[in-house]
């Protein structure tokens, strides 16, 4: 089992910034399936950011050039600092863990983005 905690989520004017942390309960040295989702009320999760096998970073489109996603192995963190946010990226965000056949969720931060 793993817990996900999430930290790092709040209200912010458009054009601000906010960086989302999001701590694992065990190491993730060798993990590469560890990222970012969001889910607006009313919308499907989607994907926000994403390390993947390879050493890769994967973004949704709609965030590309704004969000930077980033790791701390030894703190056993991954990190999201979002730039120049606007109104809709307004979301929960969810930190997602896949390990072996399993997927960890954690219970999410609120991302409010003032208009």
């Known amino acids: 089992q793993v817990q996900l905690v999430e930290s790092g989520g709040g209200l912010v004017q458009a054009g601000g910034s906010l960086s989302l942390s999001c701590e694992s309960s065990?190491?993730?040295?060798?993990?590469?399936?560890m990222g970012w989702y969001r889910q607006a009320p009313g919308k499907q999760r989607e994907l926000v950011a994403t390390?993947?096998?390879?050493?890769?970073?994967i973004y949704a489109t709609s965030v590309k050039g704004r969000f930077t996603i980033s790791r701390d192995n030894a703190k056993k963190t991954i990190y999201l600092q979002m730039d120049s946010l606007k109104p809709e990226d307004t979301a929960v965000y969810y930190c997602?863990?896949?390990?072996?056949?399993?997927?960890?969720w954690g219970q999410g931060t609120q991302v409010t983005v003032s208009s």
């Open positions: 997602r863990l896949d390990l072996f056949r399993y997927t960890y």
């Open positions: 065990r190491s993730i040295f060798n993990i590469n399936d």
């Open positions: 390390f993947a096998s390879g050493g890769r970073t």
